[in-house]
């Protein structure tokens, strides 16, 4: 919206700076920021109103979590809401990579909203059928991945590209879609079984939002990609509008979420951000470092599907509690030393997947 005020830069000079991602970039974060920490107390209050009980605790899980009852969820609301305002008044709207990322945040919000919905009516912790919550997740994901190779340009969009390599591709044609697929919605469901702790997830998400805000840039920069020898995405730098306003809609959302938290974000907040990060990595076609950057995502997910796999062939379990923040709980670790320890290796995993760009 603020992108058109560009077209008066000829009548009044300072409108020029309108062009600029890197300021319009800043303009996102702090809008998405004071958007969330100015309508959050209220959000909250209405969400504890209407909720009543608040999100159903597990009864097998650590027994500390026990005091967490009645704490609301839906808290994603927040977040995509703030995500939502900034991206509109400072990205350039007629950028159709931005609508992609933008209809499967809001897409995955949406499933994850119905889904947190029926747990707190029916307070249970099974909340939408995993299968019609994959068949829809899936769906959005092909159409935006569809999009994406529509847009790019022939014989790249439809490629694999890899970390560490500048000229290594591995053509994938209309099996793109497929990998695109498993790549969102991977990334979604891995973000959703992160978040069990208050501000484990959310600050993961902000460094891989964060680098990947990088990415986007540098990556949409002809003169940049040249000198570090990346692919050059025409357009994918206006993602880092969007990646500004997770950052700054994930610093307002932790402001009430740090322990004790006041609000849990629910399957309306992780779902939707994972999604988000999962297609800015297929749009500026770095897939593989997404898997480097959201590590931690990868082990919280990896650790479910050993779990399951192994409690089913051989009755026995490989970690004392699945995901793997809850393992470590069980093991006796503080919940609060769990999360900075998670925080940590988002840190270190974050500067590996920098690392990417320059090591070619």
């Avoid at 800043?26 to 209407?50: C, S, W, Y």
């Avoid at 959005?140 to 190779?149: D, E, F, Q």
Wanted: hydrophobic share 55%; proline share 3%.
């Amino acid at each position: 919206m603020l992108y058109e005020l560009i077209n008066f830069s000829d009548q009044i000079g300072p409108l020029n700076v309108f062009r600029y991602i890197t300021f319009r970039t800043g303009g996102a974060i702090f809008t998405a920021l004071l958007f969330v920490m100015l309508f959050g107390p209220g959000i909250i209050d209405l969400l504890r109103v209407k909720q009543g009980k608040g999100q159903p605790i597990r009864s097998d899980g650590p027994q500390t979590h026990l005091a967490k009852v009645g704490t609301p969820t839906m808290g994603g609301l927040m977040i995509l809401a703030g995500v939502l305002v900034a991206t509109l008044l400072w990205a350039n709207l007629s950028n159709m990579y931005v609508w992609a990322v933008l209809m499967v945040t809001l897409g995955y919000g949406a499933i994850g909203f119905y889904d947190d919905y029926l747990k707190v009516t029916k307070q249970t912790t099974s909340g939408f059928g995993t299968k019609s919550r994959l068949l829809l997740e899936i769906g959005i994901a092909a159409l935006a991945t569809y999009m994406l190779v529509q847009m790019g340009t022939p014989g790249f969009s439809d490629a694999l590209t890899f970390p560490f390599f500048k000229n290594v591709m591995l053509p994938l044609g209309m099996f793109y879609v497929v990998f695109g697929v498993l790549v969102i919605a991977g990334a979604g469901n891995a973000v959703n079984l992160t978040d069990g702790l208050d501000g484990l997830a959310i600050v993961p998400v902000m460094i891989a939002a964060s680098t990947f805000g990088l990415i986007a840039y540098l990556s949409g920069r002809a003169d940049f990609a040249k000198y570090l020898q990346i692919h050059y995405v025409a357009g994918a730098g206006e993602l880092a509008i969007i990646c500004g306003a997770l950052i700054g809609a994930g610093l307002g959302f932790l402001w009430f979420n740090a322990p004790p938290a006041m609000i849990f974000m629910g399957d309306t907040g992780s779902l939707a951000l994972g999604g988000a990060l999962g297609t800015i990595a297929v749009a500026t076609k770095h897939e593989i470092v997404l898997a480097i950057v959201g590590g931690l995502f990868v082990l919280e997910a990896l650790s479910v599907i050993i779990q399951v796999a192994s409690f089913k062939t051989t009755g026995k379990r490989v970690f004392r509690m699945a995901p793997l923040h809850h393992h470590f709980e069980q093991k006796g670790w503080r919940e609060s030393t769990v999360v900075v320890r998670f925080w940590i290796i988002s840190v270190i995993l974050a500067l590996i997947g920098l690392a990417t760009l320059k090591l070619r």
